[in-house]
């Protein structure tokens, strides 16, 4: 089987499985505990969060650990804004977020809260200058995401991060849910203030998440309980899971596959360009390890299930939205014609891919081609 669904989940690394078993069978105590055993249990954990830090070049920083990637958007988005409310009640976002922000920013706009949000053109990208337009003297949060999770788009955050430094005091947070590992983030310099991760997208484990924060920055809890994570995050912590999420991350920041990532975006995108009947999205503004493409008048659900018979696992446009059957706010917000919006499908690529995958991905979508008697077809040379 090829595996072509990194956006949706990755393979566990076998450092990370075999770490976790060890850390289980030593670290079981509880780290809030002031027995030695306890006592060891959360000498791990701080080391895990000083490593993580440390990736992130942000020592005097702090990380919060969370269930995972939606625990964590949704922490930062309303403990954020509830801290900072004494300064104002705007908060910016975008409409292509994943939906744990989308439906935060909901609940706030319920409490009171006035969210904008900006559009996005047909690449996907948010303009800057309407960034600028929208934002004012009393906007407390931005939430702008690094890598769009269904088509791939790279937003610029350094340049919006400068934005809104410039004009308010508002705090920046960016999902990276997609893009750590992957591509340049960090809390250093001109950037985000907080930052998203989610393990198993890292060949981490499911069930961990965690938000990155700059020195000095204030939230509020939005759960409640013993107080671990200094008040942020009740509930006891996994000291497991935050040492092998560490490990994970130090992990694919050391192998880094952005070229050959890139290299196999721009073969099937060259390859792609043989078909009438397939549209390539974001073509111009995706990462290196994400490429969707839409079918003409071909449902996204046909050609997943016409990829997996045939030993290559790929997706519709979202993990998370690909069972409802509907368009998702992403492929609806970039306006691509009609009768592309049932037709999506996303390749991602991991640590686990090779050239080869490549190769027998293109031969299938050949063979699936051939079987709708759509369009041009490639000699496969």
Known sequence: MIYLDNSATTVPSEEVLEAFVEANRKYYANPASIHLAGKNADNLLERSRKQILSLLEAPEGEVIFTSGG????????????????????????????????????????????????????????????????????????????????????VQPIAEFAKIIKDNSRAVFHTDAVQSYGRLPISLAGIGPDAITVSAHKINGLKGSGLLALRKGLVIKAVSFGGGQENG????????????????????????????????????????????????ILAETSGAPHILSIA?????????????????????????CSSKSGRASHVIEEIDIAERFKQGVIRISFGQNNTEEDIFEFKKVFNKFMKLLGRGKTNDME
Not at 72 to 84: D, F, K
Not at 261 to 270: A, Q, S, Y
Not at 295 to 319: C, D, L, P
């Open 70 to 153: 939606t625990e964590a958007n949704n922490l930062a988005i309303i403990g954020l804004a509830y801290a900072n409310r004494a300064k104002g009640s705007h908060i910016i976002t975008t409409r292509i977020e994943h939906p744990s922000v989308l439906n935060a920013m909901i609940y706030l706009e319920q409490m009171g809260f006035e969210i904008d949000y900006l559009t996005c053109d047909k690449q996907g990208l948010i303009s800057s200058l309407e960034l600028k337009e929208k934002i004012r003297k009393n906007t407390i949060l931005v939430s702008i995401m690094h890598v769009n999770n269904e088509i791939g788009t």
């Open 232 to 279: 942020h995050r009740s509930g006891t912590v996994s000291v497991p899971n935050a040492a092998v999420f560490a490990k994970a991350m130090r992990l694919i920041s050391l192998e880094d596959k952005t070229t050959s990532n890139t290299h196999w975006r721009n073969l099937l995108i060259d390859f792609m360009k043989n078909f009438n009947d397939v549209l």
């Open 295 to 319: 079918f003409n008048k071909i449902k996204g659900e046909i050609a997943v299930n016409f990829f997996q018979e045939n030993g290559v696992i790929v997706s519709t446009s979202s993990a």
